[in-house]
Nanobody, 123 residues
């Protein structure tokens, strides 16, 4: 069992920045692929960014060039740096852990989910 705890959400004006963090419990973090998803009201939960155990990254087209996912295996932490935030980025952001062989094109569901953190972008 891996517990994921997100932090860093909040209210920010359009054009601003936030950094989300997700700390994982246990000692298997380094072999897990990690990802950030988001869910806006009345919409499905969508993949925002993913990072493999080896550090390869992938992004949704809507956030490319604005968001950066990174991991620090020594701290069991995955980050999502969000710059130039837009109104459409408003959502609950969820950290997720996948099998290490996961790739964004896979339909496999995460093994574990965090509780979510709210990001609200205002005009």
């Amino acid at each position: 069992q891996v517990l994921l705890v997100e932090s860093g959400g909040g209210l920010v004006q359009a054009g601003g920045s936030l950094r989300l963090s997700c700390v994982a419990s246990g000692n298997s973090f380094a072999i897990l692929a990690m990802a950030w998803y988001r869910q806006a009201p009345k919409k499905q939960r969508d993949l925002v960014a993913g990072i493999t155990p080896g550090g390869s990254t992938n992004y949704a087209d809507s956030v490319k060039g604005r968001f950066t996912i990174a991991r620090d295996n020594a701290k069991n932490t995955v980050y999502l740096q969000m710059n130039n935030l837009e109104l459409d980025d408003t959502a609950v952001y969820y950290c997720a852990a996948h099998l290490g062989t996961w790739r964004p094109s896979s339909s496999d569901s995460p093994l574990y989910w965090g509780q979510g953190t709210q990001v609200t972008v205002s005009s």
